[in-house]
């Protein structure tokens, strides 16, 4: 009997091998905020301890902003990467130029409309429209 017990518990085993599991499927992408934004403003606020607003470029136009499949891209001062939640939270951290670690937080509205902060060594309030569909 063990031989044979033993030969049962092996085709059992296979039989769980090749039983199919479900996959999990990703999760979906945030798309709902998907498009280019327009530059419309950047407006220095100030800047962190020891650091002079001589050194911060002024403010001015914004560089647009793109977004796809809830990934967020600009170049402006810098390069900025981040993504988007089904929220429309975005936030992206500077990664190469002038604003290099600085953090972006802001929010989308149903009109399309980017608002939010730019911190670093230099502060900026930042907006953006979304361009039409």
């Known amino acids: 009997m063990?031989?044979?017990a033993r030969i049962l518990l092996t085709m059992a085993a296979c039989m769980l091998e090749v039983t199919p599991v479900a996959a999990q499927a990703p999760a979906p992408a945030t798309t709902a905020f998907d498009g280019t934004y327009t530059g419309v403003s950047r407006t220095l606020e100030?800047?962190?301890t020891n650091y002079s607003t001589r050194q911060c470029p002024p403010s001015g136009r914004v560089a647009p902003l793109t977004i796809v499949n809830g990934f967020a891209r600009t170049a402006g001062?810098?390069?900025a990467e981040g993504s988007v939640s089904?929220?429309?939270v975005l936030v992206m951290r500077a990664l190469a130029g002038?604003?290099?670690g600085s953090r972006f937080e802001g929010q989308i509205d149903s009109?399309?409309?980017v608002t939010g902060r730019f911190t670093g060594n230099c502060s900026y309030q930042v907006v953006w429209q979304r361009k039409g569909k």
Do not use: D, S
Request: aromatic share 12%; hydrophobic share 35%.
């Open 111 to 113: 009109q399309g409309t």
């Open 98 to 100: 002038f604003a290099a």
């Open 2 to 4: 063990f031989g044979r």
């Open 77 to 79: 001062l810098g390069t």
């Open 46 to 48: 100030g800047t962190m």
């Open 86 to 88: 089904p929220q429309g």
